[in-house]
């Protein structure tokens, strides 16, 4: 009973805190490290890749949901525009694995 407590206590903390995105602008999308902290109308983050010179550019951050249209790639929830999934999802995803083991 006190996993769910601490599992509520961790969901409401991540969504009190606002929304996390990467942020950059790189060729290489493996090295973009940088966050930022959405803030007002921004609900989403983003991915934009464009080509220039023959070099791909690629684009993260932080955008609102009207602005989400092709060929930005937008999505919901803590630094879902990285390239390596991270962040409460993935600890969830590991919780509730380790629990199904036990149970099964």
Avoid at 47 to 61: C, D, H, Q, R
Avoid at 73 to 80: A, M, Q, W, Y
């Amino acid at each position: 009973m006190k996993l769910y407590g601490v599992l509520v206590l961790f969901l409401t903390f991540s969504v009190a805190l606002g929304l996390r995105c990467y942020r950059c602008i790189k060729s290489d999308p493996k090295f973009c490290t940088g966050t930022t902290d959405c803030s007002g109308i921004f609900n989403r983050c983003f991915s934009l890749k464009v080509e220039v010179l023959n070099t791909a550019l690629v684009t993260k951050g932080c955008q609102y949901s009207g602005a989400c249209v092709d060929p930005t790639s937008c999505c919901e929830g803590n630094l879902c525009n990285g390239a390596v999934p991270t962040g409460p999802g993935v600890i969830l995803l590991l919780l509730s694995s380790a629990l199904m083991m036990l149970f099964i």
